[in-house]
C-alpha cells in the first residue's frame, strides 16, 4: 500500500471516528494516530466502556474503512 492510500485511509478512520464519538476533541483523536492503547483508554473513560467494547468498536470501525491495524501488516 503506497503512502497517499495509507494517508486517505487514516483520514477515513479520523472522519468516522468524529462522527462516531463526537465528544472526543481532536486531541483526543490525535491518540489513535499515536497510540492505540491510550486512544482505547480515552474512549473507556469519555464513554465508559469496558476495554474489550472499545477494543471491538474501533476495530469494526477500522474494518468499515478498510484500515485494521492487520491490513497495514500484510
Do not use: H, P, V
Not at 472522519?15 to 486531541?27: P, V, Y
Not at 480515552?42 to 470501525?61: D, H, I, S, V
Amino acid at each position: 500500500m503506497n503512502k497517499d492510500t495509507m494517508q486517505g485511509k487514516a483520514e477515513q478512520l479520523t472522519g468516522k471516528i468524529k462522527s462516531a464519538w463526537g465528544r472526543l476533541t481532536d486531541d483526543d483523536i490525535a491518540l489513535a494516530k499515536g497510540n492505540r492503547d491510550q486512544f482505547l483508554g480515552k474512549l473507556q473513560e469519555t464513554y465508559g466502556l469496558k476495554k474489550e467494547e472499545a477494543q471491538k468498536r474501533l476495530e469494526e470501525m477500522e474494518k468499515s474503512c478498510n484500515c485494521s491495524s492487520s491490513d497495514k501488516a500484510a
